[in-house]
């Protein structure tokens, strides 16, 4: 018994010296941190896209990749909150409050980085960046990125891409189509919504990798770089997928905007790799309601896709954009247009 009672002592005097000597040697050991962070953080590397705005999650794993790096004694399990505690009280870096949809509760979902760096001038692809490293921004914020619309986002979206799956290659799946929704459902069609900022949703998409061949990067400034469907494959996604595009008025707004900006070329090899009828349907007929006149290996797609409709069957007439419901028939492409 008093055996137990010398090491029951011994412990208590160890764990008193180790927190004595982590506290004399914790302002050493910031210092090491402040300065790995500040050359981590400096610009943007494969690792990390964005050193301006970052999610909690992966701001205290970096910290901690930070702290396991140093190796410094007495403090190889100092937590990697106790240290972004720090920085914030430092003024090195932000919370971004931002609302989460289940709870409706305030959270520090996110923090900007910097010194100078203002909540206030965080951006909507900063946030969705941040939300998926390895996320695609789409719909809605494409639009609006690259000046197809007039019309201020209601909501913005970011895409998971996925391994592709055979019911989405040639066919508008039901999901996607408002119509298909039934009265109680508890189903968001565009997709599931991870934060609110701002009073502006925020949603997370799973797409089909091979339905968006169109994708580049972009540095949105020094600090931050981002994926984004390219123009072309944004003006696709419109006639797949519109109600994430914020619907009929900026679909056909983004379509006249891009006249002179889309590429005929790019849109023949998106609609073959794509390789849905109906989507080409869709974008021949869209062409020629604004007037674009098309030619070569485009026109020649076309020309087959209109001759290989079955139109003695009434079930090949869709709708120019899924899920609303048009009365008019367009006999050239078999759709039911405005």
Same mark, same amino acid.
């Given at each position: 018994m008093l055996a137990s009672k010398h090491r029951d002592t011994s412990r208590e005097n160890f764990m008193a010296n180790s927190a004595i000597k982590e506290q004399s040697t914790r302002p050493f050991f910031l210092e090491k941190v402040l300065a790995q962070f500040t050359q981590r953080f400096s610009k943007p590397s494969a690792e990390l896209l964005s050193v301006r705005c970052i999610s909690k999650i992966q701001l205290i794993k970096q910290l901690v990749l930070i702290r396991d790096e140093l190796e410094f004694p007495g403090h190889k399990r100092t937590s990697g909150s106790s240290i972004l505690l720090h920085l914030e009280q430092s003024g090195l870096v932000h919370p971004v409050a931002s609302m989460n949809p289940k &709870?409706?509760?305030?959270?520090?979902?996110?923090?900007?980085?910097?010194?100078?760096?203002?909540?206030?001038?965080?951006?909507?692809?900063?946030?969705?960046?941040?939300?998926?490293?390895?996320?695609?921004?789409?719909?809605?914020?494409?639009?609006?990125?690259?000046?197809m619309t007039t019309q201020i986002p209601s909501h913005h979206h970011i895409a998971v891409l996925g391994a592709s799956s055979p019911n989405l290659r040639n066919k508008d799946t039901k999901k996607e189509l408002i119509g298909s929704?039934?009265?109680?459902?508890? @189903?968001?069609? $565009?997709?599931?919504? /991870?934060? !609110?900022?701002?009073?502006?949703?925020?949603?997370? &998409?799973?797409?089909?990798?091979? $339905?968006?061949?169109?994708?580049?990067? /972009? @540095?949105?400034?020094?600090?931050?770089?981002?994926?984004? &469907?390219? @123009?072309?494959? &944004?003006?696709?996604?419109?006639?797949? /997928?519109?109600?994430?595009?914020?619907?009929?008025?900026?679909?056909?707004?983004?379509?006249? =905007?891009?006249?002179? /900006?889309? =590429? =005929?070329?790019?849109?023949?090899?998106?609609? =073959?790799? !794509?390789?849905?009828?109906?989507?080409?349907?869709?974008?021949?007929?869209?062409?020629?309601? !604004?007037? @674009?006149?098309?030619d070569g290996k485009i026109s020649e797609l076309f020309d087959s896709i209109k001759a290989s409709i079955p139109r003695e069957d009434s079930e090949s007439i869709i709708s120019l954009l899924p899920g609303f419901d048009y009365s008019e028939l367009n006999e050239e492409w078999f759709l039911k247009v405005p």
């Open positions: &709870t409706k509760e305030i959270e520090d979902k996110f923090y900007v980085i910097g010194i100078e760096s203002g909540v206030s001038t965080v951006s909507p692809i900063e946030l969705l960046q941040a939300q998926e490293s390895k996320g695609v921004v789409c719909y809605f914020t494409a639009l609006e990125f690259y000046g929704l039934k009265p109680g459902r508890n @189903y968001d069609p $565009l997709g599931t919504k /991870r934060f !609110i900022f701002e009073d502006v949703p925020y949603y997370v &998409t799973n797409r089909d990798k091979k $339905l968006v061949p169109g994708i580049q990067e /972009r @540095y949105l400034d020094e600090k931050s770089i981002f994926r984004i &469907t390219s @123009y072309d494959q &944004t003006l696709l996604d419109t006639l797949h /997928r519109p109600i994430s595009c914020g619907g009929p008025s900026v679909v056909f707004e983004a379509w006249h =905007s891009a006249f002179d /900006r889309l =590429s =005929s070329n790019l849109i023949y090899e998106y609609l =073959s790799k !794509i390789n849905s009828s109906e989507l080409s349907r869709r974008v021949g007929y869209m062409l020629q309601v !604004i007037d @674009y006149k098309v």
